[in-house]
């Protein structure tokens, strides 16, 4: 599905929920969502005009997730029409902190908090954000 931007601020990705998305109670399994908060922040950097992997193989840089607390409100179940937001919270030298919801129909039935780090890709040791990058993350933060 296509991205689209709610506001400057908050990077919106629509879900179609399906089968492989469920576990055997017919709901969407937990672990899941990550994959759709995984999405969402990468349609993000997508939308200020940054691909992960040229971040790796010309800036060398990566992120990495050190830290994350989800809340699960409500179940979505198979063919629920879902919106994955992603918000930068925080920015930091090395580090970003994101604010994420999934929610059905505006109501919201899943939310995150993201941490992520900027590593370099051989050494997993910390990095500053690419200068464009930390300016454009700055600007809607």
Same mark, same amino acid.
């Not at 939308?47 to 790796?56: K, M, Q, S, T, V």
């Given at each position: 599905?296509? $991205?689209r $931007?709610?506001?400057?601020r908050?990077q919106?990705w629509p879900v179609?929920?399906?089968? &492989?998305? !469920?576990d055997?109670?017919?709901?969407?399994? &937990? #672990?899941?969502y990550?994959?759709?908060? @995984?999405a969402a922040?990468?349609e993000? =950097?997508? /939308? =200020?005009g940054f691909? =992960?992997?040229e971040l790796? *193989?010309?800036? /060398?840089?990566i992120?990495?997730?050190?830290g994350?607390h989800v809340s699960?409100?409500? +179940?979505?179940?198979l063919?629920?029409?879902l *919106?994955?937001t992603?918000?930068v919270?925080?920015? #930091?030298?090395v580090?970003?902190?994101?604010?994420q919801?999934? =929610?059905r #129909?505006?109501? +919201?039935?899943?939310?995150? !908090?993201?941490e992520a780090?900027c590593?370099h890709?051989r !050494?997993?040791? +910390?990095v +500053?954000?690419?200068?464009?990058?930390r @300016?454009?993350? #700055?600007?809607?933060a």
């Amino acid at each position: 599905m296509e $991205q689209r $931007q709610r506001h400057a601020r908050v990077q919106s990705w629509p879900v179609r929920v399906y089968y &492989h998305h !469920t576990d055997a109670g017919g709901v969407v399994y &937990h #672990g899941t969502y990550l994959d759709f908060f @995984e999405a969402a922040r990468i349609e993000l =950097l997508r /939308a =200020l005009g940054f691909d =992960l992997a040229e971040l790796a *193989e010309k800036r /060398a840089a990566i992120f990495i997730v050190y830290g994350m607390h989800v809340s699960y409100r409500k +179940p979505a179940r198979l063919n629920d029409a879902l *919106e994955v937001t992603a918000e930068v919270a925080r920015l #930091g030298r090395v580090r970003i902190e994101f604010a994420q919801r999934v =929610l059905r #129909g505006g109501e +919201p039935i899943v939310s995150a !908090t993201v941490e992520a780090a900027c590593v370099h890709p051989r !050494t997993f040791r +910390p990095v +500053p954000l690419p200068e464009e990058l930390r @300016e454009r993350l #700055g600007s809607i933060a």
